[in-house]
Nanobody, 127 residues
Framework: QVPLVESGGGLVQAGGSLRLSCVPS????????MGWFRQAPGKEREFVAA????????SYADSVKGRFTISRDNAQHTLYLQMNSLKPEDTAAYYC????????????????????WGQGTPVAVSS
């Protein structure tokens, strides 16, 4: 098991920004394909963004494209999600996910593709 620890969530007004961070407490960070998912109350967990282990490839859900940016700092062993122009519909618990991969860097956009998950950090956007 590789515990993932998210931070940076909070309450923000619509139009505001937040930056989430995720730090794995084990494993080799540069081998992890990583992603962010979110789950609103009463809804399924959904894909938000993903990044390859080298950071060279990214993917976003249509609902966040142009507003959110996923990035990683392999030297600092940290994954980020910069969230701008937040909307009330972005309110959810945000989860970091990781899966160790070798070979060609890939991006993983499905829940089933990840083995390791964080506990989630809450984001609430008021109108």
């Amino acid at each position: 098991q590789v515990p993932l620890v998210e931070s940076g969530g909070g309450l923000v007004q619509a139009g505001g920004s937040l930056r989430l961070s995720c730090v794995p407490s084990g494993g080799t960070f540069s081998r992890f394909a990583m992603g962010w998912f979110r789950q609103a109350p009463g809804k399924e967990r959904e894909f938000v963004a993903a990044i390859s282990r080298t950071g060279g490839r990214t993917s976003y859900a249509d609902s966040v494209k142009g507003r959110f940016t996923i990035s990683r700092d392999n030297a600092q062993h940290t994954l980020y999600l910069q969230m701008n122009s937040l909307k009330p519909e972005d309110t959810a618990a945000y989860y970091c996910a990781a899966d160790e991969r070798s070979g060609e860097p890939v991006i993983i956009t499905t829940k089933g593709g990840y083995v390791y998950w964080g506990q989630g950090t809450p984001v609430a956007v008021s109108s």
